[in-house]
């Protein structure tokens, strides 16, 4: 589906009046979702299209991933979620995984930043150096 212009700038408009202090806010994105649908205006589908997208890419700025090779101690996760606190302001959710393909080291994504610091990245990183 081709999504013009204006259902782009509705969709940014609707995102906006959904958040507080730069946070989406879920009851509200969830009842402008419902009027949006009630109302049906002319290329709401267009709209739905790009405010899902957009709330999409909001969650994801706002999730930590870290995954490791074998579970973290709770001392190096409180330190983690400060620096990345810090470094990407607070409210962010995290989600801590065991990757045992990862050999050792971890990785970490927030929104499409990625920092990996595994040991199978720098022997994939060796491999294609040769």
Do not use: W
């Not at 999409?56 to 995954?67: F, G, K, Y």
């Not at 065991?98 to 990625?114: F, H, K, S, T």
């Not at 920092?115 to 294609?128: D, I, P």
């Amino acid at each position: 589906m081709k999504i013009t212009k204006q259902a782009r700038h509705e969709a940014r408009q609707l995102f906006r009046a959904c958040q507080a202090d730069g946070l989406l806010v879920g009851n509200r994105a969830r009842e402008a979702v419902r009027l949006l649908i009630e109302r049906k205006p002319r290329g709401y589908r267009a709209v739905l299209s790009q405010f899902a997208r957009l709330v999409r890419l909001d969650v994801a700025r706002h999730t930590a991933r870290v995954e490791s090779a074998t579970a973290l101690p709770p001392a190096f996760q409180a330190q983690l979620r400060a620096d990345l606190a810090r470094t990407y302001g607070g409210g962010l959710d995290f989600i801590f995984a065991e990757n045992p393909a990862l050999l050792g080291g971890a990785r970490i994504q927030v929104g499409g930043d990625v920092y990996n610091g595994s040991v199978l990245a720098r022997l994939t990183a060796l491999r294609e150096s040769f």
